[in-house]
């Protein structure tokens, strides 16, 4: 079934009764020509790029609860592009290149919205490293403007322009930047893999992964078992359990990012907007409300909730930058697994297991990857290469030390990130 | 979330600082290689439950090695290093 204001309109002079799920529900078969563990964004991407890029269709999604039910639904909903190391920058150009394509890609309505982006400075130093940060964008081939306090002033005239301690300097303004609905995206490419054959199998929680003679046989689940001769590993926060089913140990430690959401407003805010002075990054859904976060809770964590500590930090932070913000309620918050690898830069790549590919370590920036990560794993998967794109996202760079992408330029280590 | 140090008993989360898994107290030889030390810096078990990790008292200056649950977030115990 084709999507279109038409198909609206009609469906509503007929009662809505011509609406059908948007995908199948059905049974696993015994063996599939490969298999993506993990039916979040990524692993639903991955699976709509092998059918759509490659031809395999012969391919089913394990999902131990329900699509989308990870960090694809609990994000800040942030695209961009503003990436500054090479093998990240090229990267996520490619995404967003993809994501201004995504909905008539899809036939699905994503509620893409290109707002810009503006990460605001507050020192002559911070505006020396967003001014390189913003050629780095532009030699990449995207758009960035360094905007002085004025130029930010009349973007956003809702910020604190009087406080002292941490001064609005100006910003670097990335227009192609924005949001998304985060689950739409999730839904849009469920139902565009389901419709070119993809099997998605909710309530499959993959249990062992059959290695025989260093080749990948298949899965065993709680549905039982699936042959595939090639299984990609797609599951962000639980990667280390699920590659602990191969015997590998990744370099992956598992924390808590915390999100929030106001009560729904009248328009404030029309950017995305970062603090420079205490990480914090807000903007302003279609519905009202504002939804911002700030940093990790800073320790290894599975339980998708944080603690007090950083509910203080966040909503200090954001009294700081948008003290009108004071006003508003809050809603919900809510925690999300992030998959920290030691660098902050993700990987995607083959494992020492013929067959099996691994896509992990997002950190806190996955969503706005979901499609590059799914077209470049299903590059992988399919033809054994690295997309070029992705080509730096190795596993052994931790190991080997070249190829290291520390866009943070703290080091290499796992607790600063 | 409140962690035991040595010196001070049970205190806030925020008067500490967390370091990483415990992982960190079994330095390989300077020699043993790329892989031993490729796996001590980087690998992780990251388990989804109980676990022992590092964490550092900043007013104290103890490091604290702390039994909890990353699930449940629930503090078990905690000892001092020597």
Partial sequence: MRYSGLRVLAEGLRGNRGWRPAWRKPAPRPGYDAIIIGGGGHGLATAYYLARNHGLTNVAVLEKGWLGGGNIGRNTTIVRANYFLPGNSEFYSFSLKLWEGMERELNYNV?????????????????????????????????????????????LPRLDYEQARFPIYGGLYHPRGGTARHDAVAWGYARAADARGVDLIENCEV???????????????????????KVGIVVAGRSSQ???????????????????????????????????MGHFYISQSDKGGL?????????ASYAARGNLPMVEHVMEAGMTL??????????????????????????????????????CGWNYGGFKAVPASGWSMAHLMATGQPWHDAAHFRLDR?????????????GAQHNLH | MRIPCPCCGWRDRREFTYYGHETFLHRPAPDAGAEAWDDYLHNRENPAGPTRDLWYHDPCGSWVVVARDTVTHAVAGGEGLA
């Fill in chain 1, 291 to 299: 939804v911002f976060g700030g940093d990790l809770d800073f320790y």
């Fill in chain 1, 322 to 359: 948008m003290p009108m913000i004071g006003r508003a309620k809050v809603l919900r918050s809510w925690g999300g697994i992030m998959d920290m690898s030691p660098d902050g830069s993700p990987v995607i790549d083959r494992t020492g297991v013929e067959g099996l590919y691994v896509n």
């Fill in chain 1, 207 to 229: 249990t062992g992964i059959d290695i025989r003679d260093g080749r990948v046989k298949g899965v065993q689940t709680t549905r039982g078992a699936i042959w595939a001769p």
């Fill in chain 1, 111 to 155: 509620m893409h919205s290109q707002r810009g982006l503006i990460n605001l400075f507050h020192s002559d130093g911070q505006r020396d490293a967003f001014a390189r940060r913003g050629n780095m964008m532009r030699a990449q081939g995207d758009d960035a403007v360094l905007l002085d306090r004025e130029g930010v002033r009349r973007m």
């Fill in chain 1, 242 to 276: 699920v590659a602990a089913m191969a015997g590998m140990r990744l370099p992956i430690e598992s924390h808590v990012l915390q999100a929030f959401v106001t009560e729904g407003l009248k328009p404030a805010l029309d950017h995305v907007v970062s603090f420079g």
């Fill in chain 1, 398 to 410: 931790f190991r080997t030390g070249r190829g290291l992408m520390d866009e943070e330029g703290t």
